[in-house]
């Protein structure tokens, strides 16, 4: 590990954080499209950003100091557990600090404030929305563990480089397990980045927010940081999905034109991305929270029967 | 002579019952508890960690054999690197108790309440704890676990007013003294089998793998139940809340963490064979436990009733660690197994530190509120800060987040788990990850709960008038809590440290440690290799504080300039205390899924719209479906032998001939 | 010998194989009549391609054959008479939600773990993969007889019936390079008219005792019913 690895790392930190509100908008645009209209610009999100960093800051009368610093953990958390996931180059820093499990506590943990946050203020929304996620994440957690499983176990690593690097090389595009566990992580990512079926998040019904409820009485840089760290969750689960499951073009070094081709790589799936998940967010229907636990144990047993596909048809051979 | 091990425990034992004569005292000066008791307690919690880590430093095993005990069987104590390490875990907890005690001690002056018994009984425990862990024979080793048992029943009804308190003594001494059967015949047949009732001497024992089997079954039995693994945990969500709060934290951070004791030095140090099948049955209780012990807590509403049954939870983590342990173990797979090994040693540790934070904390709350009951709770942040700052960070520790410990041990048994690719079972290698998966299903649960019990209890708006009074507590609570919860950031920010001092149980046990996983410097845990996983709790640590620093910097400017306002209410009138989420209705989209695992009863009583009350009834099936029926069985059974006691006198004098025949009879 | 040395044809075999033990845990918890119908006639198309596969690896032309009667029955003419029977009893709206799923689907899973440890001593060095087919194979049958424990509809328990069918058939493909054509027109002209019978039944049973619930079918006992 030398210091181009962490160079790479740094650079690589900055342009997730800068890029999330682009994936964001790209969405949106899409959704627009698809709904007939011409939908804001791709670049909207960034404006909206800077609008709420520059407006004054309001808090409850009930706020405690839990409810003040949470945006800022729950943005640290984020960001941290997203610098993880290589985005450009496999040879990062950052992916033998955090392997796949600890990108799973930080997240957790941004979760974790969050829902702290929703509680502070005393209200009902805020309480609701806070018991709402955490229930739904508490169901996708083991969902997501046993997808990861079958990629260790295949890989033999939970450093997602290396996990990263394996695929690469074995070039397992038939394998069972693997599609299977695919399948279960993108069930599992909708529910973990709020997006329909699982919860709206352009909503403006209180009774059916879960993520919204929770940020309700933000303003200002306080909302703007919690809205940045939701985009950058979408962009964190995009990339998971994509260079995990899908790793050509990723750079294996640190040259500048194996970075740019990852670049123009990662660029093109996250936009193949953003027209699946606008597609699905327009033809599927958020369900009611109690269909959530039929979701998300439909994710369980996919990952499931990626285990089982992984230790009875492709080991032993 | 100052450095040895044996003198340090020894100094220990003899604080502990020194502290406990003193309180005999306290009856006419109650002032003598707080200034002589808690300070010896606390002294004595201070020597047996200096032994402790003595003994996990040196890696020299000390034994002695004390002038105690019957002639042709003294005492002997044995004081290697797993005494060392469960020695640390005692002391460290009864250091933050006796701290804590003389705050809390001074609510309970003045009232009807024995204050010698407290003080004289809590002594006596920490001394059989620690003579549990450094006994090296059978008989010291049952006499301390009945000190322990005794001791801890007399700490426990000491609010003996209430019917309930006694009610719920009793069960507790029921169940502590049928594990201590179990315990008592395990020696036994281990004594048989290695002809002494010494360690060493049952450590030679030849065991065929049906002897070895019931040992450990009876061994598992005796220790699990006094650990409280489902389905014999009946007692702990029982007896824990009733105690006082820092007794609480006694047996639930180091009382549980004994038996845990108890089961490693049987199973691992004297039995010495593993079977795989053993290994499956640890995995699948510790994991049954540690599900049930979650969702269960997830039901209650009484803050201590909770943390008892989070308490099940953690030791089925334990065990489900020590289960992948015996399981890599006896398939050979030495390196892996010794991960798991650490990684249950780490979570006792763990556990014992942010449990003890936690119940030291509900016992501020019950000092400064006099209320239990969550639901009465709300805004305690505002009133009791810096209780609120430790809460925080045992919640935070007990879910597993980092950076703190909590997380570095469940990584760990993640990590050993996640090697069952090793494996050549087909079977086991899909067992290991769905126990695994139970295990990532728990610890999300957890946090679910505590987000359930800090919101609700020290967020939002006070839902009681007590609770709204509420005063910050003294500053010998704050202290003992403060010394956890930087230990609890200690364990989770410098893994590698603790890890290498903790090398020295599996070398001792074992006869081999886990030298990879520090091999790459103190910033890199790499339990297995470095291509497999690497964890850097260091630089975790920095980097979110980093990006809060940075953040602070950034905003520093309207940090007191923030104005307040109302909040959104819908157009609604003015938002109460009462609109405020309670607990049960946090746990309610949970306690709706899993809800056929409880005997569940709601219902509305009342028949004015404006006077109803919502119920709640949420009780452990296991009454049910286990304790209910051994308990008709044992009636039934002693009718039976009720008929022996007939009153005739005749009939007495009839069996005493046929007894005299029978011996006759035998020894002609 | 690992799983990007096989051939490419084997590889395909191996996802079709882990998508039908899938599709029998989707007609396994479908609560819909319909839905589980179509899941049915996906099963027989899997299995098709599987024969198909098969056929174009080790050149027996008749396999080929054997997949288009496989198509041609299970995927679209049996699915269809079924169908057509559900419309007729009035059931396509009918939905039966399982009552216990999450207890469905632990069995489920604990049956095929059964099947792989009850399959793997059976050692044929050459034939390790089409062993773990055949491990997948013995899942879908006992996961489609499950169905039918399961299940109170009549109609579902056919489906139940026809998936073990399946799963015997995907069995003897991949193991054997299938069975000799006359055993194959043999067995599909069974299914066949075990179809048509089960059509003429349904009917019958329904006149009787009014439902096609198979649990009221206990009223047909000798015992003296007080109702």
Known sequence: MNAIDWEITLLQALLYAAAAPLLAGWIHKLKARLQNRRGASIWQPYRDLYKLFSKETRMAHTASIVFRAAPYIVFAATWLAAAAIPLLSTRLASAAMADVIAIAGLLALARFFLALAGMDVGTAFGGMGASREMFVS????????????????????????????????????????????????????VAETGRIPVDNPTTHLELTMIHEAMILEYSGRHLALMEWAAQLKLLLYGVLLCNVFFPWGIAVDTAPGALAGSLLAIVLKLLLLGVALAVSETVLAKMRLFRAPAFLNLALLLALLGLLSHVILEVGL | ????????????????????????????????????????????????????????????????????????????????????????????????????????????????????????????????????????????????????????????????????????????????????????????????????????????????????????????????????????????????????????????????????????RVVFGLIGQ?????????????????????????????????????????????????????????????????????????????????????????????????????????????????????FLIGCISISALPPFNGFVSEWLTFQAALQAWQLDSGVLRSIVPIAAAMLALTGALAA?????????????????????????????????????????????????????????????????????????????????????????????????????????????????????????????????????????????????????????????????????????????????LFYLPVARLVERATRQVVRLQSGNIRIYLGWTLGTLLLLIWITV | MSLEQLPLLQQLMLVLAAVVMFTSFVLLEQARLVAAIHAFAWQGVLVAMVTALVAAGSGLEHLFFSAALTLALKALLIPWMLHRLVRRLELDRHREPLRRPALVIMAALALVIFSYWVVTPLVAEELLFTRNIVAVSLAVVLTGLLMMVIRTQAVAQVLGFMSMENGLFLAAVSDTDGMPLAVELGVAFDVLVAMILFGVFFFQIRESIDSLDVDRMNRLTERVDES
Not at chain 2, 112 to 139: I, K, N, R, Y
Request: with cysteine.
């Open chain 1, 138 to 189: 508490a169901l996708a957690e083991p969902a997501m563990l046993v997808a990861v499983f079958t990629l260790t176990m295949t890989a033999h690593s939970t450093n997602l480089a290396s996990v990263i690097d394996f695929n690469l090389q074995a070039s397992s595009l038939l394998r069972p397990s693997y599609m299977f566990a695919l399948a279960g992580l993108i069930l599992v990512a």
């Open chain 2, 1 to 264: 002579m100052a450095t040895h091990p044996l003198w340090w425990a020894g100094a220990a034992i003899g604080l502990a019952l020194l502290s406990s004569l003193v309180s005999l005292f306290s009856a006419r000066q109650p002032g003598v508890l707080r200034w002589l008791v808690s300070p010896l307690f606390a002294l004595a919690g201070l020597s047996a960690v200096a032994a402790g880590l003595l003994a996990l430093i040196d890696k020299d095993v000390a034994t002695a054999t004390l002038p105690l005990g019957l002639p042709w069987l003294p005492w002997q104590v044995r004081l290697d690197a797993l005494a060392g390490f469960f020695l640390a875990v005692v002391g460290t907890i009864s250091f933050a108790v006796g701290l804590y005690a003389p705050g809390y001690l001074r609510g309970f002056e003045g009232g009807d309440d024995s204050l010698p018994a407290l003080g004289g009984f809590a002594g006596l425990f920490l001394t059989g704890m620690l003579l549990v862990v450094l006994a090296d024979d059978a008989f010291l080793f049952m006499v301390a676990w009945e000190l322990m048992s005794l001791t801890s029943y007399f700490l426990v009804v000491w609010h003996h007013d209430h019917a309930a308190n006694r009610r719920a003594a009793f069960l507790y001494l029921l169940m502590a003294h049928v594990g201590a059967l179990s315990i008592l015949l395990d020696f036994g047949v281990l004594a048989a089998l290695g002809h002494g009732f010494s360690f060493s001497a049952m450590r030679d024992a030849e065991l065929s793998f049906g002897w070895a089997t019931a040992t450990f079954l009876l061994a598992f039995f005796g220790f699990g139940m006094k650990a409280g693994l489902v389905p014999l945990h009946a007692w702990l969500p029982e007896a824990h809340p009733v105690a006082p709060s820092h007794i609480s934290a006694l047996m639930s951070g180091v009382m549980l963490k004994v038996a845990v004791y108890g089961f490693i």
């Open chain 2, 274 to 390: 593993f079977h795989w099948q053993w290994g499956v049955v640890v995995l699948v209780i510790g994991s049954i436990s540690a599900l049930m012990g979650v969702l269960y807590a997830l039901m209650q509403h009484d803050l201590k009733r909770l943390l008892a049954y989070h308490s099940v939870e953690n030791i089925g983590i334990i065990f489900i660690g020590l289960g992948l342990a015996i399981l890599f173990l006896s398939t050979g797979h030495a390196v892996i197994g010794t991960v798991a090994f650490i990684a249950a040693l780490y979570h006792t540790i763990n556990h014992a530190l942010f449990k003890g934070l936690l119940f030291l904390g509900a016992g501020a709350i019950l000092h400064a509120a006099k209320e239990r009951d969550l639901e009465k709770m709300g805004g305690l942040l505002r009133r009791m800060p810096w209780t609120g700052l430790f």
């Open chain 2, 448 to 624: 679910a709960c505590f987000v359930k019990v800090y919101g609700v209890a020290f967020l939002g708006q006070a839902r009681s008038r007590p609770v709204r009074r509420a005063r910050p507590v003294p500053l010998s609570m704050r202290l003992g809590q403060g010394v956890l919860a930087a230990l609890c950031l200690l364990l989770g920010i410098l893994p590698t440290f603790f890890i290498s001092l903790l090398n020295a149980v599996p070398e001792g046990l074992l006869g081999h440690g886990l030298q990879q996983a520090t091999s790459h410097g103190w910033l890199w845990l790499t339990p297995v290799s470095a291509q497999t996983a690497s964890y850097g709790a260091p630089l975790v640590a920095i980097i979110l504080l980093l990006v809060l620093v940075a953040g602070l910097w950034l905003f520093g400017r309207g940090i007191r300039r923030v104005r307040r306002c109302d909040t959104w209410d819908c157009g609604f009138s003015q938002p109460s205390s009462r609109m405020q989420y309670t607990a049960s209705a946090f746990a309610q989209p949970i306690r709706r899924v899993f809800g056929l695992l409880f005997h569940i009863e709601e219902g509305l009583e009342g028949s004015q719209p404006d006077q109803q009350r919502y119920r709640l009834k949420v009780s452990d099936r296991a009454w049910g």
